[in-house]
C-alpha cells in the first residue's frame, strides 16, 4: 500500500510539486457514521450529545457499538447526556497526526468522566493545560469543526 504525499511530508505539497496555498492544504479526515453511530453525529449536528443506552439493561455506553458490554444485548437507545464531566486525564499535542491539524497545534485533549459512567475524549477550549487539575468540573459544548462536522469540546465550568 503506498503512503500519500500528505501522509508523508510534512511540509504539505501540492501534485505540481509548488508548495501548497491554504484552499489546497488537505482537509480534515471526517467520521463516517455507521448505523451504530448515526445517533450520535446527528445528535451533535443539532447541538446535543447523545449517549447509547442498553434498552434491555440501561447500562449506558460510549463510544457508540452494536453490543452492550454488559448483557450482550443487541437492543438500544439513546439518552441526552447531561453536558457535566470533570477531568480525569489530559495530554498536550505538539505534532499533527494529520497535516490539516497544524495550524491547531499544540492543542489539549482531555479525559474526561462523565456522571453517565462513561468517558470522552476533547479538545479542551478557552483556557490552557496549566489550568487543569484532576476532577475539576468541566462542561460539554459542541462545536463546527471547519469542515462541517459537529464535534463535541470541553470547558473549564465556571470560566
Known sequence: MAISATARSPSWRGAEGMAATMTEMPRKPLPEPSGESRPYWEGLAAGRLMLQRCAACGRIRH???????????????????????????????????????????PYTLVTADLPEGVRLVAQLRDAGPEALRLGAPLRIGIEENGEGQALPVLRLAGG
Not at 439513546?78 to 497526526?97: C, F, I, K, L, M
Open 63 to 105: 463510544y457508540p457499538r452494536p453490543l452492550c458490554d454488559a448483557c450482550h444485548s443487541f437492543e438500544t437507545g439513546w439518552v441526552a447526556a447531561s453536558g457535566e464531566a470533570s477531568v480525569q486525564s489530559w495530554t498536550v499535542a505538539h505534532h499533527p497526526y494529520h497535516p490539516a491539524f497544524r495550524g491547531e497545534l
